[in-house]
């Protein structure tokens, strides 16, 4: 019992992806028929990614490799996960956007976020390293997408409250989120002193919290009629 509650501690953003699938399935009919009916599937992909790298992490029985060279890396997991991520939001976002020009940017940003990992694999291993500049270069392109949304729903006169508005609280949550992952990951990949000595990586860790708080309330407060 005490491994478990040690496990849950060392990994407490695990059940936060767990209750975050729950509430999400359970709302679902509120956003059935929108550009995040495919939501569900990737909270549960998440909470799976995050399951094996602690897993390959912790356990022999879970490596990918007999290779002792490769033990315990969990890395590719999170690089694979990442392109995985990107590409989804990216999707949400060309299908929510209106205005043609907005859609027609989000679409290069994808293509450039795919070229951006494509080229990573020329100067860094996958397995061995996590693909940080792709990361980066991604996730501004992902706030420029929101960023096009915010812009396209402040033009716009609604009867609703963005309150019920899923996709506001979606969008507030991966603002935040991606503000602060590629300030963290510059610092743990390129200032490693600092990250030494302070606990930078705990801030990422907040604003997972908060990001799947977000998704939460968002499922939670939602209305069909509200989303935009």
């Not at 799976?48 to 390959?56: D, K, N």
């Not at 995985?84 to 027609?104: D, N, P």
């Not at 270069?137 to 396209?152: C, P, Q, W």
């Not at 000595?197 to 604003?207: H, N």
Request: aromatic share 24%; with cysteine.
């Amino acid at each position: 019992m005490k491994e478990f509650y040690d496990f849950l501690i060392d990994n407490y953003t695990i059940p936060i992806y767990l209750v975050t699938w729950i509430v999400v399935v359970l709302r679902y009919r509120t956003y059935y028929d929108t550009p995040l009916q495919y939501f569900p599937i990737f909270i549960m992909y998440t909470f799976l990614s995050e399951m094996l790298a602690v897993l390959i992490l912790r356990y022999e029985e879970f490596q990918f490799f007999s290779d002792d060279s490769y033990s315990n890396h969990n890395v590719i997991v999170y690089n694979i996960y990442a392109l995985v991520s990107f590409l989804f939001y990216y999707y949400i976002y060309w299908h929510v956007l209106k205005v043609k020009k907005h859609k027609a940017w989000v679409l290069y940003g994808a293509l450039a976020s795919i070229l951006s990992f494509m080229a990573s694999l020329f100067f860094q291993n996958p397995f061995h390293a996590s693909l940080y500049y792709a990361d980066i270069i991604s996730s501004f392109i992902l706030l420029f997408s929101i960023g096009l949304y915010i812009k396209e729903k402040r033009s716009e006169q609604s009867s609703y409250s963005q309150i019920h508005n899923t996709m506001f609280w979606t969008s507030m949550g991966l603002a935040v989120f991606y503000t602060c992952f590629p300030i963290v990951y510059f610092i743990v990949h390129e200032i490693p002193k600092i990250y030494l000595e302070y606990p930078i990586f705990q801030v990422l860790m907040i604003a997972v919290v908060f990001m799947h708080s977000s998704f939460i309330i968002g499922a939670i407060t939602g209305r069909r009629k509200a989303f935009r």
